[in-house]
Nanobody, 117 residues
Framework: QVQLVESGGGLVQAGGSLRLSCAAS????????MGWYRQVPGKQRELVATITNGGSTTYADSVKGRFTISGDNAKKTVYLQMNSLKPEDTGVYYC???????????WGQGTQVTVSS
């Protein structure tokens, strides 16, 4: 089992920055891909960014150039640095870990990000 705990959300003005953290514990050796997702009420959860064990990253077009995903293996933590925030970035941000057996996923409880205009 893997446990994921997000932190770092909050209220920020448009143009500001936040850094989200996702701390992992448990059988983290079984995880080969970590990602950040976000969800707003009435909409599906959407992918924001991913990072592999090897450090390869992907981003949603809407956040490219503004957000950066990174990982610290020693701290067993994945980060999402969010700059130049926009009101449309508002939502609950979730961390997800993908098991090496590709059909198993672990989710955190989410952290709220609110960007005011």
């Amino acid at each position: 089992q893997v446990q994921l705990v997000e932190s770092g959300g909050g209220l920020v003005q448009a143009g500001g920055s936040l850094r989200l953290s996702c701390a992992a514990s448990g059988s983290i050796f079984s995880i080969n891909l970590m990602g950040w997702y976000r969800q707003v009420p009435g909409k599906q959860r959407e992918l924001v960014a991913t990072i592999t064990n090897g450090g390869s990253t992907t981003y949603a077009d809407s956040v490219k150039g503004r957000f950066t995903i990174s990982g610290d293996n020693a701290k067993k933590t994945v980060y999402l640095q969010m700059n130049s925030l926009k009101p449309e970035d508002t939502g609950v941000y979730y961390c997800r870990g993908k098991h090496v057996v590709g059909t198993i996923y672990y989710w955190g409880q989410g952290t709220q990000v609110t960007v005011s205009s």
